[in-house]
């Protein structure tokens, strides 16, 4: 069964920056979409980012502009730098395969990784 382990969350203030790292147990050579997902307390999970094995990528309109995903096909492993971050970023952020208009989550979710942006 295919692992998904994210990390790099925290506590962080208004205007801060993170950058979460997904590492993925099988090579990500073969999965053409790879998305980063976040859920607030209360509410449903949603896709912020996109990126495709032609690098394309794109975001929510929440996070344009503030956040970068990027993949490292040699590491199997999925990032997302979050910048200039906001109290309602807060969430649990996931990786899985999808993105916007281009497939759904196929593999089993992670634990996640808190982020809380708070002063």
């Known amino acids: 069964q295919v692992q998904l382990v994210e990390s790099g969350g925290g506590l962080v203030q208004p205007g801060g920056s993170l950058r979460l790292s997904c590492v993925v147990s099988?090579?990500?050579?073969?999965?053409?979409?790879m998305g980063w997902y976040r859920q607030a307390p209360g509410k449903q999970r949603e896709l912020v980012a996109h990126i495709t094995l032609g690098d394309s990528a794109k975001y929510a309109d929440s996070v344009k502009g503030r956040f970068t995903i990027s993949r490292d096909n040699a590491k199997n492993t999925v990032y997302l730098q979050m910048n200039s971050l906001k109290p309602e970023d807060t969430a649990v952020y996931y990786c899985?395969?999808?993105?916007?208009?281009?497939?759904?989550?196929?593999?089993?979710w992670g634990q996640g990784t808190q982020v809380i942006v708070s002063s």
């Open positions: 099988q090579t990500i050579f073969s999965i053409n979409t």
């Open positions: 899985n395969t999808g993105g916007f208009q281009i497939g759904r989550p196929r593999l089993s």
